[in-house]
């Protein structure tokens, strides 16, 4: 029988559930966020010399009969690009049921939410934080911490996955590491409306 025609049981310590159930790995190196960090200059610096591993997600998508339910582990690594602690790209959910929960397992985050008319804000993730992320906002996590920041999202299968959006205007904030720890900022080339980007930065 497939998998996903049985119920499913984890430990509570989501570390041991990564390598029993995900049918897909995939790595997100800094080759595929290089055009999502703000200081292009040390992008090119650190992949002049190697191409660090910044987010792994595991996955099952759910393939059954009916509407259920896919997810994943994010395991996101420590790490910054000039001041810009590592981050996961950040998408849009469209679609119907396009809400999702995350719960975080370990280390230290920060959930960065917007609308996609500009609203931004930020939740703190620390280990057996549960967030319910409804579907009109935009997500991105952050490391903020020394330890990987391993969380588990679930999500309905039909959701489209907006990545253009983020990957064209950015989020209107960043969280940067400062002498004081890390710090949100406005984004200073954050654009509100993609299709006249001379007009709105914030
Ligand atoms: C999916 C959910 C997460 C992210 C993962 C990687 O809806 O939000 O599983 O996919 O954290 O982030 P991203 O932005 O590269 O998909
Ligand atoms: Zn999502």
Known sequence: MDMLFKALSS????????SVHA??????????????????????????????????????????????LSYGMTRLFPGTIGNEYFF???????????????VVNSG????????RDGYCETLDLTAGQMVYVPSHLAHRTINIGTEELLFLSVWAPNIVHDYDTIAERGFPKLVVASPNGPETI?????FT?????????L
Not at 186 to 190: C, Q, W
Request: glycine content about 8%; hydrophobic content about 30%.
């Open 88 to 102: 996961t790209r950040g998408h849009f959910h469209s679609g119907d049921l396009g809400d999702e929960m995350y």
């Open 23 to 68: 049918d897909k790995v995939t790595p997100r190196r800094l080759t595929h966020l290089k055009d999502y960090f703000s200081d292009r200059q040390t992008v090119r610096e650190v992949l002049a010399k190697d191409d660090p591993l910044i987010y792994e997600v595991w996955e099952v998508e759910y393939a059954g009969p009916g509407r259920g």
């Open 11 to 18: 430990p509570l310590d989501l570390s041991s559930f990564l």
């Open 193 to 201: 409306d993609k299709n006249n980007p001379t007009t709105k930065p």
């Open 108 to 115: 230290k985050g920060v959930l960065l939410l917007s609308t």
């Open 186 to 190: 406005e984004n200073p080339v954050f």
